[in-house]
C-alpha cells in the first residue's frame, strides 16, 4: 500500500493512483510573486462557525490521525467558495524533523508541520464521497504550524488522546469541547488556488484555502505525533519500526493555475 517511504512513498503514487499525476495537484510551492491579489475576493472574508462542544472520533489511519467531526451544526463559505461547506474531518502532516513537515511552502520555505480541516460542498452534493469526485467537492483549509515554546492548548486535548491510537486502525471516542477558532490563525490573510487530495487518490476535487500565519505547537506536541505507528498492533516488530515520523507530499508544480492571494 501507498505510504512515505522509499519504497511506497510520493514518487511511486502515479503507478496505482493516476489522478496523482494530473495537472492540478497539491501540494504547491506558494510563490508569492506570482500571487494575484484578486479584487473578487477582498469583500468576500472566509466565514466558519464550528460548534464548540461536539463528540469527536480520532483514529489512527496509518498515515496519520484524523479527527472525525460529523459536522451538523458547521459551515464554511465566503473567500473562493461559492456555496456552503460542512466539516467532515481533520488532520494534520509533519515531518522527521522541524525544518521540513508542512505540504504547502512559501517561496520555498518549509513548515514544522501543516493543519488540513477538512470541508466538502453539501449545498450541491448529498455525500463526501460524491463531492470527493467534483471538482469543486472540497474545500480545505491548511494552516502552518511552527515550533513555539508554549503547548498549543487546543490541540493538547487532540494529543492527550495519542497515546490511545499509537497502532494503526485504532480509535478513540471522545466529546470535548474544540474551540476550532483558536485552531486557525489570528489573521485571515490567505492564498487560495484550485488542487486536489495530497494523499491518494488524489482526487482533483480540492478548493485550497492556506492562511499565511501559522500558529504555534511545542516540540513536545510534535513529537507524540511522531510516535505514533504506521502498523497495527498485530505486526510484530521491533518497537523503533514503524514509527509516522513523516508523513507529507512534497509541492507539485503550479502550472497555469492561477494563485490568488486575499487578506491584509
Ligand atoms: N475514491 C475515494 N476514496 N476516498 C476518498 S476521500 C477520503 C479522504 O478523506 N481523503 C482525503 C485525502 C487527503 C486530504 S488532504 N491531505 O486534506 O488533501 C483530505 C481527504 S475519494
Ligand atoms: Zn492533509
Redesign the pocket.
Known sequence: DWGYTDDNGPSTWAEKYPLAAGARQ?PVDIDTSKATSDNSLVDREIDWSYPSNCSYRIVNTGYGWRVDTYGDDTALSGGPLSEVYKLE?F?C?WGATNDEGSEHTVDGKSYAAEL?L?HWNSEKYSSF?EA??QPDGLA?LGVFMEIGNADNAELEKIISLIPKIIHKGQDSQASFDLDFGSLLPESKHYWTYLGS???P?C?EC?IWTVFKEPITISERQLEVFRSLKSVGEEDAIEPEEGKLVKNYRPPLPLGNRVLRECGP
Open positions: 497539491s474531518q488532520h502532516h488540513h477538512v464521497k470527493a469526485s480545505v487530495l495530497t494523499t487518490p482526487n480540492v
